[in-house]
């Protein structure tokens, strides 16, 4: 028993939230309003009468039923055939603009055979169970902008219009549907009306859908670089089959170009500036106070020159650059090389020996290469002992330093030292390890380490001290034999 109560509880509970007379249209919504799809309606606390839907010919009065998430479900219950009958559910979220105008989505999707945004469900006349929000609502994909109803109360259509777009603010020339030439639209009359003024060939309500031209800005919104703008019907009644109280525009500019199309009541869902299905029309725009601007498949030679020329001569002025540089500097290299080898050979002509030898017979050939290889032989000898060169030898490479002046191919070499002058450097020279004699005989017993000859001379102590008091005066004693041995011209005279 208590399984049976409780579904039913439930159920009861779901009907009294559905059927509690709590859904009432928002307060501003009493009245006649037009509609841009279902005619000039009126609304009251619970309903909406003359509601004209696709799924029926005659106009009908929707019920609120309940509320869900901020949408009203409303339901007609409308007779199909005469046996049967259709409840039609609309699901409408309202948001408002102003107290007069408001824009409506009806939130479920596009039913195929009427192309209208409704749900139906077949039902008995006894039945009275309403559909779940979840079926109602059966929306599965947003909605796309510029499809969206609009709501103008009655009586203040006026203070509801708003400024038409800049790219249709000014005075077009207009074909419509590519073929239908000689039409003018005004839009700077007034900043929220459009004036049509028609070729008498094109004055047909099929491709225009109203009778007098006039039209006004009522609704707009950008999405990206394509408006959708919302238009009302100016005149004084329409018949919502040939002539429209609303009418829907898509446009899209570019310099003086404009490309609209527009179709009765509502945008289409895949309705853009260059496409729309029937009954809707194409139109091709040019402003008169604009300038031209070319299409891509329209770019004029001149153009073209004008772009490529200023690229070329640019690009021929950097090769050229470039071939200069290499050039300038290929000759600059060859310039040098050239002036190289000049002073090479200038060089090369100081160096030439001016007697030649020249071998006559074998034996001397034979004498020369003994020669010739003792040298080889001795230089290797030096370089394998370069440690204990004597230094003697490193002084007299010291001393033979020759120099030439201006190229003057003269070469001069200064005189052999006295025998005291050799004894003085070597015992001065810290790198020395051996002393010479007046003949020429090296004495390694007077041989000197480097730390002792610098301790020496840059800090003499003790024995030291005398032993160079004792050099400087041969030092002396070695000058007075040098001014002994000058000449009487060169003579020193005593200050």
């Excluded at 501003?28 to 004209?52: A, C, M, P």
């Excluded at 509801?160 to 003018?184: E, H, K, R, V, Y």
């Excluded at 002509?349 to 034979?366: D, P, R, V």
């Excluded at 000197?448 to 003499?460: E, G, L, Q």
Aim: proline share 4%.
């Amino acid at each position: 028993m208590l399984g049976f109560v409780c579904p039913l509880y439930f159920s009861l509970v779901y009907l009294c939230q559905l059927t509690d007379g709590a859904c009432e249209f928002p307060s501003d919504l009493r009245g006649e309003w037009y509609t841009t799809s279902n005619g000039l309606v009126t609304f009251t606390n619970q309903s909406i009468s003359n509601f004209k839907s696709l799924i029926h010919t005659s106009t009908h009065t929707f019920d609120c039923e309940y509320i869900d998430n901020g949408r009203y479900i409303t339901r007609a219950r409308i007779p199909v055939l005469s046996t049967s009958l259709y409840d039609v559910y609309f699901c409408m979220s309202f948001t408002k603009v102003t107290e007069t105008k408001y824009l409506v989505n009806y939130n479920s999707d596009i039913l195929d055979f009427v192309q209208e945004r409704v749900v139906g469900k077949t039902v008995v006349a006894s039945s009275s169970t309403l559909l779940p929000a979840a079926e109602a609502c059966n929306l599965t994909s947003a909605i796309p902008i510029g499809t969206q109803e609009v709501y103008v109360k009655k009586g203040n259509e006026t203070s509801d219009f708003i400024t038409c777009p800049d790219s249709i603010a000014s005075t077009l020339d207009m074909t419509l549907n590519s073929d239908c030439t000689g039409n003018i639209v005004y839009g700077m009359t007034n900043p929220t009306y459009l004036i049509h003024t028609y070729n008498s060939s094109c004055a047909s309500t099929s491709l225009t859908f109203t009778t007098s031209g006039n039209v006004s800005c009522i609704y707009s919104v950008l999405s990206g670089f394509t408006t959708y703008l919302t238009v009302y019907n100016m005149d004084s009644s329409t018949d919502e089959t040939n002539t429209y109280r609303f009418l829907c525009y898509v446009i899209t500019s570019s310099g003086d170009q404009v490309y609209l199309t527009y179709h009765p009541k509502i945008c289409q869902y895949n309705q853009t500036s260059t496409y729309v299905a029937s009954p809707g029309v194409m139109a091709y725009l040019v402003d008169q106070y604009k300038e031209a601007t070319l299409s891509d498949d329209e770019v004029p030679i001149a153009l073209i020159v004008g772009t490529t020329v200023p690229i070329l001569l640019l690009l021929g002025i950097i090769l050229f650059i470039v071939y200069w540089k290499i050039k300038f500097r290929n000759k600059i290299n060859h310039e040098l090389e050239m002036n190289a080898r000049r002073n090479w050979r200038k060089l090369a002509q100081h160096f030439n020996i001016t007697t030649k030898h020249t071998l006559g017979s074998m034996e001397e050939y034979a004498n020369h290469s003994k020669r010739h290889k003792k040298k080889k032989k001795k230089k290797r000898k030096t370089k394998e002992n370069s440690e204990i060169v004597s230094i003697s030898s490193q002084t007299d490479s010291r001393r033979r330093s020759v120099w030439w002046d201006d190229f003057s191919n003269t070469i001069e070499e200064h005189h052999e030292p006295q025998p005291w002058q050799n004894q003085w450097e070597t015992f001065n020279d810290p790198l020395s390890k051996q002393m010479m004699n007046d003949d020429g005989r090296k004495s390694p017993s007077t041989a000197r380490s480097d730390a002792t000859v610098r301790k020496i001379w840059m800090n003499p102590e003790n024995t030291e001290k005398v032993e160079v008091d004792s050099v400087w005066e041969k030092v002396a004693s070695n000058f007075d034999q040098l001014r002994k041995a000058a000449k009487p011209s060169e003579t020193l005279r005593p200050r």
